[in-house]
């Protein structure tokens, strides 16, 4: 049976004056799959996972997230996904039990959520700095944390960008675990990376992005290994 879809842009277009960093880009996840979003500094990525988290309203096109239509509606967006954005995103001066004591609070999440804040802190190998706060974090510890409160309310729509950037081995299996569990919960999860390897292993499909354009799509099992490699610095040049 063909899963609903989560996510679907169509025809969408951001632009930042006259620079057009997102063109035209058709894109559909449905619940339970996960696609990876692959290319250079500037293709595109981090700006369609904006636009999907109702942070950057669309130039053009239509984009609907969770049944919710984005450009007129993004709060309800934002109330269906969780997303890890690629810089940002905490407050220095609280702590990680703090950011997810906030979050709950916010979430407006049942009484449980103690337990699964304590598990993903320690998947993630972060429960010995539950109390530190997170100015003194290094940028590996920043992300993994980052990962944490965007898989923490299990949303229907996951979005990671650049998850695995400066993160060590531990944190990457850690962040593969969390994407494979919200695929299994039906979730619909976009990444962003540019490290095409890890894009293989987290996702089930890879769109790769040029100029902000789509110019190659499909299994992730085609893009592994090094003859994937050369097709995908083929693709880029």
Avoid at 51 to 73: F, I, K, Q, S, Y
Avoid at 151 to 162: S, T
Avoid at 208 to 230: C, K, M, N, W
Wanted: aromatic share 4%; glycine share 10%; hydrophobic share 45%.
């Amino acid at each position: 049976m063909l899963m609903p879809s989560r996510i679907e842009t169509v025809g969408l277009k951001v632009a930042f004056g006259p620079v057009v960093a997102v063109h035209s880009l058709d894109l559909c996840v449905r619940a339970g799959s996960s696609v990876a979003l692959v290319g250079r500094n500037g293709a595109g990525k981090s700006t369609t996972l904006r636009v999907l988290a109702g942070v950057l309203p669309p130039t053009d096109g239509e984009v609907h997230v969770a049944g919710v239509d984005v450009r007129h509606n993004p709060a309800a967006a934002k109330a269906r996904v969780g997303y890890c954005p690629d810089v940002g995103g905490l407050i220095p001066r609280a702590t990680p039990w703090e950011h997810l004591a906030l979050a709950a609070k916010l979430r407006e999440l049942d009484s449980g959520w103690e337990r699964r804040a304590h598990d993903l802190l320690k998947s993630f190998d972060l429960l010995g700095a539950a109390d530190r706060t997170t100015a003194g974090f290094s940028h590996g510890m920043g992300r993994r944390l980052s990962v944490v409160l965007a898989v923490f309310h299990q949303p229907e729509v996951l979005l990671l960008d650049e998850p695995f950037d400066g993160v060590d081995p531990l944190g990457v299996e850690a962040t593969l675990d969390a994407v494979a569990q919200a695929v299994d919960a039906g979730a619909a999860v976009v990444v962003s990376t540019h490290l095409l390897s890890l894009a293989a292993a987290a996702c089930g499909e890879v769109v790769v992005l040029r100029g902000g354009r789509i110019v190659a799509a499909g299994p992730s099992e085609e893009l592994r290994g090094e003859s994937g490699e050369r097709r995908y610095r083929a693709l880029l040049s």
